[in-house]
């Protein structure tokens, strides 16, 4: 059973940071890509940014040069770094297991709030 267990989230001021964790068990963690993808209320969910096995990173446009995806293959987890946090950045973020295109698994969210 593959299990997706994200944290980090939390309040944040605008221009604060913080990090992003999901920790992966279950599968074999270095051959799948990895994404973070946010909801945010009464909107779809959208891809924030991915990291494939091979570490190639792609981001939305509204995140790219505030955000960092990184991945730890030893310790079977992917990373969110996020700078310069907006309060338009405010969702549940949730960390995704994908191969071939496809999303396999979904983690049950965390809550970004930017917030003055």
């Known amino acids: 059973q593959v299990h997706l267990v994200e944290s980090g989230g939390g309040l944040v001021q605008p221009g604060g940071s913080l990090r992003l964790s999901c920790a992966a068990s279950?599968?074999?963690?270095?051959?799948?890509?990895m994404g973070w993808y946010r909801q945010a209320p009464g909107k779809q969910r959208e891809l924030v940014a991915r990291i494939t096995a091979g570490r190639m990173t792609n981001y939305s446009d509204s995140v790219k040069g505030r955000f960092t995806i990184s991945r730890d293959n030893v310790r079977d987890r992917v990373y969110l770094q996020m700078n310069s946090l907006k309060t338009e950045d405010t969702a549940v973020y949730y960390c995704?297991?994908?191969?071939?295109?496809?999303?396999?698994?979904w983690g049950q969210g965390t809550q970004v709030t930017v917030s003055s």
């Open positions: 995704s297991q994908e191969r071939n295109g496809l999303i396999y698994y």
């Open positions: 279950g599968s074999i963690f270095s051959i799948y890509d």
